[in-house]
T-cell receptor, first 116, second 114 residues
Framework: AQTVTQSQPEMSVQEAETVTLSCTYD???????LFWYKQPPSRQMILVIR??????QNATENRFSVNFQKAAKSFSLKISDSQLGDTAMYFC?????????????FGQGTRLTINP | KAGVTQTPRYLIKTRGQQVTLSCSPI?????VSWYQQTPGQGLQFLFE???????NKGNFPGRFSGRQFSNSRSEMNVSTLELGDSALYLC?????????????FGPGTRLTVT
């Protein structure tokens, strides 16, 4: 079974600093997708960034980028120039496809606090 | 384009009762998935519906069921509620099909069982 591990339950940085959230996963599949979701106190889950496993290039979305190491099964999220609005729970997720159906497997989350 | 909507947003039920939660996907999206979020177990997949058919089911008891209508709206039902069913229930929609893999989440329904 696929598992996703986020080893940092909580992190805290100062505004404008760069922060990296760790995620490792376990799978025997070669074709899969990885995601980082953000869940602010409002509880709305927001897609931050996605990575297709067949792509070697790391995904980037503005201040958010990933370091995808397929052999190591590692998928970390880097947030540059952090802002107060980045304060949220961050979930790493592995997407498993089963004959057209999909299922997201989530890590336990990292609570990130950006301090002014 | 409107996002995923879920109703109601908050619900309080008593043990033994049943509850129905509703999810309206983004217009044009044909797939709806449901997840349960609790402090202890985290986010767990319940089931996915596509074109009114359940395509995938998580490891939950039969008390948890769902359905999808022809307009892609989905409902989730929990019968004989237990205290442990207290959770945030999230619905997510996607276009559907092999190439459409991004899921977009609704704001959730907070269910409290007393």
């Amino acid at each position: 079974a696929q598992t996703v591990t986020q080893s940092q339950p909580e992190m805290s940085v100062q505004e404008a600093e760069t922060v990296t959230l760790s995620c490792t996963y376990d799978t025997s599949e070669s074709n899969y997708y990885l995601f980082w979701y953000k869940q602010p106190p409002s509880r709305q889950m927001i897609l931050v960034i996605r990575q297709e496993a067949y792509k070697q290039q790391n995904a980037t979305e503005n201040r958010f980028s990933v370091n995808f190491q397929k052999a190591a099964k590692s998928f970390s999220l880097k947030i540059s120039d952090s802002q107060l609005g980045d304060t949220a729970m961050y979930f790493c997720a592995f997407m498993k496809r089963i004959q057209g159906a999909q299922k997201l497997v989530f890590g336990q989350g990292t609570r990130l606090t950006i301090n002014p | 384009k409107a996002g995923v909507t879920q109703t109601p947003r908050y619900l309080i039920k008593t043990r033994g009762q049943q509850v129905t939660l509703s999810c309206s996907p983004i217009s044009g999206h044909r797939s709806v998935s449901w997840y349960q979020q609790t402090p202890g177990q985290g986010l767990q997949f319940l089931f996915e519906y596509f074109s009114e058919t359940q395509r995938n089911k998580g490891n939950f008891p039969g008390r948890f069921s769902g359905r999808q209508f022809s307009n892609s709206r989905s409902e989730m039902n929990v019968s004989t509620l237990e205290l442990g069913d207290s959770a945030l229930y999230l619905c997510a929609s996607r276009l559907g099909g092999q190439a459409a893999y991004e899921q977009y989440f609704g704001p959730g329904t907070r269910l409290t069982v007393t």
